[in-house]
């Protein structure tokens, strides 16, 4: 069947992909339009300021830090790209021509549509470096190492939760612009060892976060 098909082509075509650095500014970050496919994140524009030298539109990025992309939920995909998100990180990009005909297979027609991801597991934006046309796009700078994030994506406003160097920090990303706090000093103590692994929401209607490292989970 074409999704056969198309997941063949992408493994034969992952031969011609280039590796390539990230470049990502202080104030303007990656400068990417991306969009979550079960094969990586698909690059929809590229903006001016800081510029890409190695990805350009219609390139896909199926790996970053040595991380692979493609065959992910588009959580573990955000999770994954968060964690590796930093200026002259180590991507590996499929060129846009091999691109295309991977998802020309996937819908079943040469030069067809790009399918749609609506309702996918995959589907969305990069959290990490576009936010949705209604909101204001938002960039954080943070003293430290991001370890790992979530976001409380129902709230209103919607909140980011991050472990920075093992504080956790949370911001509320309002239309004016980010108010943000220390939550909690000191995630992980002893016995249990650093870092930060994962963060997650019970549920997005309950204060309850996990947070996982090597040795287990501190809720």
């Not at 990417?32 to 001016?48: H, P, R």
């Not at 597991?121 to 979530?150: D, I, M, N, Y």
């Not at 980011?160 to 239309?175: P, T």
């Amino acid at each position: 069947g074409g999704a056969t098909s198309a997941a063949a082509l992408f493994a034969r075509s992952r031969v011609n992909a280039r590796r390539g650095r990230l470049r990502v500014h202080e104030d303007d970050g990656a400068g990417l339009d991306m969009e979550a496919t079960k094969w990586g994140y698909l690059v929809e524009s590229v903006d001016e300021s800081p510029g890409q030298v190695d990805i350009q539109a219609g390139d896909c990025v199926i790996s970053i830090g040595g991380q692979s992309l493609h065959g992910l939920t588009e959580e573990v995909m955000n999770w994954r790209f968060g964690r590796n998100f930093a200026d002259g990180a180590d991507i590996i990009v499929l060129p846009a021509e091999q691109m295309k005909a991977v998802l020309d297979a996937e819908s079943g027609a040469v030069g067809g549509k790009k399918p749609s991801q609506a309702g996918g597991a995959a589907g969305g934006r990069a959290a990490a470096v576009h936010t949705a046309e209604l909101h204001k796009r938002q960039h954080f700078v943070f003293s430290a190492r991001l370890e790992a994030w979530c976001l409380a994506a129902s709230r209103d406003p919607p909140r980011l939760i991050a472990s920075i160097d093992n504080r956790m920090v949370m911001a509320d990303l309002c239309e004016d612009g980010a108010m943000t706090r220390e939550a909690l000093p000191c995630i992980i103590k002893p016995p249990m060892k650093r870092p930060v692994e994962h963060l997650a929401l019970l549920s997005d209607e309950a204060d309850v976060i996990l947070a996982g490292a090597a040795q287990g989970v501190v809720i």
